[in-house]
């Protein structure tokens, strides 16, 4: 049993934290949001005033914040995390932001947290929230090789597949490369369920026949942006996150970023994140992303195809 540290209890941080609950572990939480509080004690967890009092005896903290400007906030800023710990004397505590942010964050927050003596690793997951609540998300990890090994039992409790990336940064790396994929994927596949309805296709029928064939996808299989067609996606639940269109373009920006800076030609990706944050403009950046479907199929042709 670790006594463990949980700030961030979101959509995907409250299945998480319920999950190392199950595991055995004994976790403090924190959250800005009274609900996800109460979530993380109905799971068995204990809820913190804030986040300076979750750390209290914690032997292991973990993060995952919305972006880079959040985890920032938390871990740096004065009385922030690293602050707080390093106050604290004692055994040192492992520290993992499992947050989707931008390289450059991971690295300033790794370069202090290391600076003040702590391991810490970046560990951005994919899975969405069904990989969170089944303990089967994959974690990409940027960090020390000891630091890795030493993190294992906490990432087998929260998921399946747990690489190293790479050293500090290329779990970050790694996932802005997913989903910028994911992104892409989406559009593409909104793209062609919206031709096959026109052209009088029956989706259902759709998915039968390429869920086994080459143009088989996650999106399609587990998130199916069209209603009706798998269960369990958000477009059953009238796009109820899920995984936000603010989140995945926030997501497409940072894989532009990185495009730019490294000056590589991504078109499909500057075309698919310029379409995310049109949906955000529109006033859905809380609907799940997989609402770009909607949204396409509200497109003139000759507006987006020149
Ligand atoms: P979310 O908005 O549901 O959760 C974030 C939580 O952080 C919120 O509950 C918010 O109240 C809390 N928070 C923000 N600032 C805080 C602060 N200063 N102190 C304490 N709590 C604070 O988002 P999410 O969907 O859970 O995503 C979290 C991260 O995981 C993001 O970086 C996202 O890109 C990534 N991610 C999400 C999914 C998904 O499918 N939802 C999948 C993979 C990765």
Same mark, same amino acid.
């Given at each position: =049993? ?35 509080? +109460? ?24 993060? =995952? ?35 989707? &942010?931008?390289?450059?964050? +991971? ?10 003596? @702590? ?17 089967? %998300? ?9 630091? @890795? ?31 910028? =994929?994911?992104? &892409?994927?989406?559009?593409? %596949?909104?793209?062609?369920? &919206? ?13 039968? &026949? ?32 899920? @995984? ?10 940072? +894989?532009?970023?990185? +495009? ?28 799940? @992303? ?17």
């Amino acid at each position: =049993m670790t006594a463990i540290a949980f700030i961030g209890l979101g959509n995907m941080g409250g299945p998480m934290a319920a999950n190392l609950v199950k595991a055995g572990h004994r976790v403090t939480g924190y959250d800005l949001n009274a609900e996800a509080l +109460a979530a993380l004690a109905a799971a068995g967890g204990t809820v913190a005033a804030n986040a300076a009092e979750a750390l209290v005896g914690a032997e292991v903290v973990i993060t =995952m914040l919305p972006a880079g400007q959040q985890v920032r906030d938390v871990w740096l800023h004065q009385g922030g995390l690293i602050d707080v710990l390093g106050k604290r004397g004692g055994a040192k505590p492992l520290l993992l932001d499992c947050s989707t &942010i931008d390289v450059e964050s +991971a690295r300033v927050v790794g370069d202090a947290a290391g600076q003040a003596g @702590f391991d810490m690793l970046d560990a951005p997951v994919s899975g969405g929230v069904g990989g969170a609540v089944a303990g089967t %998300l994959t974690f990409m990890v940027g960090g020390a090789d000891a630091t @890795f090994a030493r993190a294992q039992p906490y990432f087998q409790a929260m998921g399946r597949t747990i690489v190293h990336a790479g050293g500090p940064g290329m779990g970050q790396a790694a996932k802005i490369c997913n989903n910028m =994929m994911l992104g &892409i994927n989406m559009v593409g %596949l909104s793209e062609a369920l &919206i031709l096959a309805e026109r052209l009088g296709l029956d989706l259902k029928k759709l998915h039968d &026949i390429v869920a086994p064939s080459s143009g088989q996808s996650w999106a399609l299989t587990s998130y199916c942006p069209a209603p009706g067609v798998v269960p369990a996606a958000p477009a059953n639940r009238d796009y109820a996150a899920g @995984f936000m269109a603010g989140l995945m373009a926030k997501d497409m920006k940072l +894989a532009q970023a990185a +495009a730019e800076a490294t000056g590589t030609p991504t078109p499909l990706g500057t075309l698919a994140a310029s379409y995310y944050q049109a949906v955000c403009d529109a006033g859905s950046a809380r609907k799940d @992303f997989s609402f770009v479907y909607r949204w396409l199929a509200e497109q003139d042709r000759k507006d987006l195809v020149k």
